[in-house]
């Protein structure tokens, strides 16, 4: 069975920083990338990063560059978002998700987190 477990979400302030996991098992680990994706209350989702675990080779959504790295612990299974100089408009649920192809599209997407709040007041 896959699980797909994020952490790390909570309130901060406008220019603060908090980092996100997201832990897989029951994949082979270095097969996969891993996307994380947010959802911001009355809006679609959107990408914000992912990554291929063979080869380090990341994306980030226009949005969040400069601000945002992804980075992954191959020993541990996990995934890490480390996000800077956060902004009120940074504020969604944030979701990770196991992808075979990484990218910023939902689609590729095979398995998914429950989600984790990040909210950030100005």
């Known amino acids: 069975e896959v699980q797909v477990v994020e952490s790390g979400g909570g309130l901060v302030q406008a220019g603060g920083s908090l980092t996100l996991s997201c832990t897989a098992s029951?994949?082979?680990?270095?097969?996969?990338?891993i996307g994380w994706f947010r959802q911001a209350p009355g809006k679609e989702r959107e990408g914000v990063s992912c990554?291929?675990?063979?080869?380090?080779?990341?994306v980030y959504a226009d949005s969040v560059k400069g601000r945002f790295t992804i980075s992954r612990d191959n020993a541990n299974n996990t995934v890490y978002l480390h996000m800077n100089n956060l902004k009120p408009g940074d504020t969604a649920v944030y979701y990770c998700?196991?992808?075979?192809?990484?990218?910023?599209?939902?689609?590729?997407?095979?398995?998914w987190g429950q989600g984790t709040q990040v909210t950030v007041s100005s």
């Open positions: 029951g994949v082979t680990f270095g097969d996969y990338g």
């Open positions: 990554i291929r675990i063979s080869d380090d080779i990341a």
């Open positions: 998700g196991v992808m075979g192809a990484p990218d910023l599209v939902e689609d590729l997407v095979d398995y």
